[in-house]
């Protein structure tokens, strides 16, 4: 548009001037193999890794299907196949007699309702019973090392039979005596962990390892099985074995039994429609995504499952940069490496064990979408309670990816899903305050990195920004911000915190500038009409950018203000601007009263005034609107296609005009001898400045008339 207007000048002016002017017009990643340990084993059971396959991180999710090797390169060789490994085996007999009894207090509608109705997936039942099994070892582990004794293996071990539909898991901990199985499976509701849990109140190790709760998860069996027969060995001297079954109908049975190994088997007679349990790669799923973690070794018809390593329970001066390569692209199901690592540990006010990636790879839109949910997990215990946590974390950002464990939760009954409470805002706020101060130290630490990672993220910050309704929640996110400054070269970006730094004393306003870019902001009329106040403005280049600062409203108790708003409400008073040219360049008081009377005839509902500024150098004029910002943001929201009179109603602009501009004293001249030709420079310069402004989305209506405009300019010279 200033070109144009520079044609219309020169046109304007002399023939042979505007003549001749217009004529003259992948690197790659060796295999690795993560080491297996199992933190609270003892050395007896740390030799049972002989029967672990070396694995590394898979790059898929925590919720789906574990692979056995990883690599950014093809494998030379196969792995070579391991020794099965199993425990199970069908050596218990029945002695004596069974003696029935009645579940204590709860009636059969109620164990139908814990049975069939408190879990969203039957698939969970896995997850309880293998939960209940790491409790027993835990507990035996803790009997030994208080009470001490042989050491014995510390395993779990699952089988499954297609042919008999079975499923079947024992465990070699502390096992149950008459009176356990009576009072811990007999009683709905009655959690022996948690009992032990009450008895151990000032051991904190130990308390930190028991998973269960509530005493409900073994009941998750009866969604699955028409019959479940459990069959356990107290650790306890000369204490005989016991076989419990029941059906689920309400009542259980329990009898001696022979050739019972120390600790408890359960085997599910599963329900025709639940056969799929009795698969192994079924089972495999299952356990990989909710108890990949757990302590104990954990074996599926003899071959090993779980020796991933929880990386997030490790100090973290011990983990290398190449374990958390790896256990990012398992975790995030990404081949790239992770641009940002944030391991995060507290005990107070919470229980926090947590690591957080930021990915390498640039977001795609889909990972923008607001639609798009959570990528942390949440782990209670090392157990999966959540493949996507969407109440840990503020949903702007879900750009991280990662791993959440912490015991001070509140779950539901079924261990499925979050409690909205304090407890649960107090983590979510703990966590977005951490990560904020992660990321302003990574700004500070390297800033040509961080600016890359604003480049690629910045969006996210923004929404944040927007969408958090605490002030100074807002304010924390926005320290994160980055714009280039008209203080500084052309490339370089500050934060606002650098900004405030800077400023001169007394001065209570942030001033920025919204365009697409650095040329366009320096040569915006509103930029122009700053000058004379000598101070730093903010240039904002993306579309959300005046948006976010709109949400922010102040910083460290200086209020944000549009340049362009400034104008409007501007403390000082017009008398203070010294006009650039003298008064024998511009036009007298006297014509420019004249040409604003026609101006505002000739523009009628378009504008709501008009006045002359000295604010103006190289423009002609601009459009000046109360609260700027507001106004633009508005009409883009709107669906419907808006005349420029609808606009004016809705926006009520003022039109300020250069008196010392060539074009306005031009079109004051022609006003009386072209009318026409006034007409169309008049409408011309209006639009000029309102596309300058931001407020005409589509200048292609104007092209007629520009058309109409050049020729008539260059018919007459």
């Known amino acids: 548009m200033s070109r144009c207007l520079k044609l219309f000048k020169f046109a304007l002016g002399s023939s042979q001037n505007a003549n001749s002017r217009l004529l003259s017009s992948g690197k790659g990643q060796s295999t690795r193999v993560v080491a297996c340990s199992f933190t609270g084993v003892d050395a007896r059971v740390r030799q049972q890794h002989r029967w672990a396959r070396p694995r590394v991180w898979s790059p898929k999710h925590p919720g789906l299907t574990q692979v056995s090797y990883y690599s950014t390169q093809e494998a030379e060789k196969p792995p070579e196949e391991e020794p099965l490994h199993t425990i199970i085996s069908d050596t218990e007999d029945v002695k004596g007699t ?15 309702i814990v049975a ?122 000369d204490v005989p074995g016991y076989k419990w079954s029941s059906d689920g109908s309400g009542l259980f049975e329990i009898a001696e039994a022979s050739g019972v190994r120390q600790g408890t088997k359960i ?19 299952v356990v990989t995504k909710y108890s990949n973690f757990v302590s104990f070794p954990i074996f599926l018809n003899g071959r090993r499952l779980n020796t991933l390593q929880a990386l997030w329970t490790m100090e973290p001066k011990e983990i290398s940069e190449w374990q958390h390569e790896e256990f990012y692209r398992y975790v995030a199901q990404a081949y790239d490496k992770p641009r940002y690592t944030l391991h995060y540990r507290a005990d107070a006010p919470l229980s926090i064990r947590s690591i957080f990636y930021v990915p390498e790879q640039k977001p795609s839109m889909f990972d923008v979408s607001r639609e798009m949910g959570s990528s942390v997990a949440l782990y209670s215990r090392k157990v999966l309670i959540q493949t996507k946590a969407t109440d840990i ?122 365009a697409p870019n650095r040329h366009l902001a320096e040569h915006s009329p509103y930029y122009e009409a700053m000058k004379q106040k000598d ?103 709107q669906q419907v296609a808006r005349s420029s009179e609808e606009r004016a109603q809705i926006l009520q602009p003022t039109l300020e005009i250069n008196t010392g501009h060539d074009l306005i004293k031009k079109m004051h001249a022609l006003k009386d001898s072209d009318s026409e030709l006034a007409g169309l420079l008049l409408e011309q310069i209006y639009d000029n400045a309102m596309i300058a402004a931001g407020l005409n989305d589509d200048p292609r209506p104007m092209i007629s008339r520009l058309n109409e405009l050049l020729t008539k300019a260059l018919e007459k010279h």
């Open 98 to 112: 069974f003696s029935k009894h009645e579940f204590q207090a709860e009636t059969k509608k109620l164990l139908d």
């Open 116 to 237: 069939r109705s408190l879990y969203s997936e039957k698939e969970v039942f896995i997850r309880e019973l293998i939960s209940n099994g790491s409790d027993a070892l835990e507990k035996l582990r803790h009997k030994l090392i208080t009470g001490g004794g042989e050491t014995a293996p510390m395993e779990i071990h699952v089988q499954t039979d297609s042919a008999k539909g079975t499923f079947t898991i024992q465990d070699t901990g502390v096992g149950m005596n008459q009176a356990d199985l009576v009072a811990n499976l007999g009683t709905i509701a009655r959690s022996g962990s948690k009992a032990f849990l009450d008895a151990l109140q000032d051991q904190a190790e130990a308390s930190s390892s028991i998973i269960g709760q509530f005493g409900v998860g073994f009941y998750s069996t009866f969604m699955v099985a028409d019959r479940v027969d459990v069959y356990s060995q107290s650790a306890e001297p």
């Open 267 to 285: 085997v599910l007679q599963l329900k025709d429609d639940c056969k799929e349990f009795s698969s192994e790669d079924r089972i495999k799923d």
């Open 393 to 514: 974390l503020p949903k702007w950002l879900r750009f991280l990816r990662g791993v959440v464990d912490s015991e001070d939760i509140p779950l539901n009954l079924s261990r499925e899903l979050l409690q909205e409470s304090a407890l649960i805002r107090k983590l979510r706020d703990v966590l977005q305050q951490r990560v904020i101060r992660f990321l302003l130290d990574q700004s500070k630490k390297d800033p040509e990195k961080y600016a890359r990672f604003f480049d690629d993220y910045g969006l996210f910050m923004r929404e944040g920004i927007v969408t958090c309704h605490e002030q100074d929640v807002k304010e924390d996110i926005a320290k994160l911000l980055r714009f280039e400054s008209s203080a500084l070269p052309a490339g370089q970006q500050t934060s606002l915190m650098d900004y405030s730094s800077r400023m001169k004393a007394g001065t209570r306003n942030i001033y920025y500038l919204c």
């Open 535 to 637: 101070m730093e403005v903010l240039y904002c280049y993306e579309q959300f950018d005046e948006l976010t600062l709109l949400h922010l409203r102040e910083f460290d108790k200086k209020k944000m203000i549009s340049v362009e708003t400034d104008i409007v409400v501007d403390h000082y008073k017009e008398e203070k601007y010294q006009d650039s040219k003298p008064a024998s360049e511009r036009l007298t008081e006297e014509q420019a009263e004249d040409l604003m009377a026609w101006m505002r005839n000739a523009l009628a509902s378009k504008v709501t005034g008009i006045k002359v500024t000295p604010r103006l150098d190289t423009h002609p004029a601009m459009i000046t609107v109360l609260e700027m910002g507001a106004a633009r943001h508005f009409l883009r929201t």
